[in-house]
């Protein structure tokens, strides 16, 4: 049967910039969830995973970021759209033999994020 990966979230302490930073860059759809002080994460691709976002109801430290990669038709434009956004680029990009290419940037919390471009 396997254990797939059935849900993601990110831990913030401003999460809305961060909802705002990832509605820009990925038209995500991002649902608020008050009562839950959760937004529920919808990335419209139809196939993969969705996940949300939140503040943890204790004190820091976390423990440790996350990194999600995103398939993306054009690395070029989605490094253009962070940078807009707020974030960074950390690795502009680097390929991935017999396999794809990918850039490494990072949201406005410096989690970094992969742009995935599967080879064609």
Partial sequence: MGSPVVHWEMWTKS???IVGFYKKVFDWQIKPMP???YHLVDTGAGVGINGG???PPH???WPGNMTIYIDVEDLAEY???VVEAGG???IKEQDVPNM???SLVSDPD????????HRE
């Fill in 35 to 37: 009562e839950l002080e």
């Fill in 53 to 55: 976002i939140m503040t």
């Fill in 59 to 61: 004190a820091g430290p």
């Fill in 15 to 17: 999460p809305d910039k």
């Fill in 88 to 90: 960074k680029i950390l």
């Fill in 100 to 102: 794809g290419t990918f």
């Fill in 110 to 117: 410096g989690r970094p994020i992969g742009l995935w471009k």
């Fill in 79 to 81: 490094r253009q759209r």
